[in-house]
């Protein structure tokens, strides 16, 4: 009767010993699953609020334009102010931080007498001399020639000496290059007496 007493308490000693043994491996393979997990908490964590906060930046990309131009044209060589024929007045400016611009501006059918003024629209394109980036828009504005004027076309009223002052608002879009993706507003102003032509553009453009 002692025997089997004795056998059955020597298997459980064999079979809690092998608790243990399982206890004991189970105890180290446990750590590196819990660091692992924890690492990849961390990671996420970290690529997550790396793309929060790369967000803002991508969407508040914008171009600030501030740019002005000032010629002298000599009557010997005043053919119009634009001799190549691609618009009604064009010519280059420098735009801050983004070198130097050709601008080219087609008049539109309107020319209203606005008191002593016009209203009058048309079309603005700028191009970066520097890699070609375009962008263009409608325009709207008043063209105010001097005192005595009498034109019945906006592009009458423009010659040699003829003086004058416009202010235009644009609204810039379809942009190429450096301009591709944004769109925004910008003022004109340009200006001539005599042979003295300046101008100024400034807007921002966002995207």
């Not at 997550?48 to 171009?63: E, K, R």
Request: net charge neutral.
């Amino acid at each position: 009767m002692h025997e089997p007493i004795a056998r059955r308490q020597s298997r459980s000693r064999k079979g809690s010993g092998g608790a243990s043994r399982i206890a004991s491996i189970g105890t180290p393979i446990g750590v590196p699953i819990l660091t692992i997990r924890r690492l990849v908490v961390i990671i996420v964590a970290i690529l997550t609020t790396g793309i929060v906060a790369g967000a803002p930046a991508a969407a508040s990309a914008s171009v600030t334009l501030d740019g002005s131009f000032s010629t002298v044209i000599l009557k010997p060589d005043f053919t119009s102010m634009c001799p190549s024929g691609v618009a009604d007045e064009c010519g280059t400016m420098q735009l801050v931080g983004l070198g130097a611009a050709d601008w080219a501006y087609a008049f539109g059918p309107t020319f209203e007498p606005n008191g002593r003024c016009f209203d009058v629209d048309g079309t603005l394109t700028i191009t970066l001399q520097a890699d070609r980036s375009t962008i263009s828009g409608p325009l709207t504005g008043l063209f105010c020639p001097r005192l005595s004027d009498t034109g019945h076309q906006h592009a009458g009223a423009i010659s040699y000496g003829n003086p004058f002052v416009e202010n235009d608002s644009i609204a810039l879009s379809d942009g190429t290059g450096q301009f591709a993706g944004l769109s925004g507003a910008a003022s004109f102003h340009t200006f001539v007496a005599g042979a003295r032509f300046e101008g100024t553009l400034n807007g921002t453009l966002s995207g």
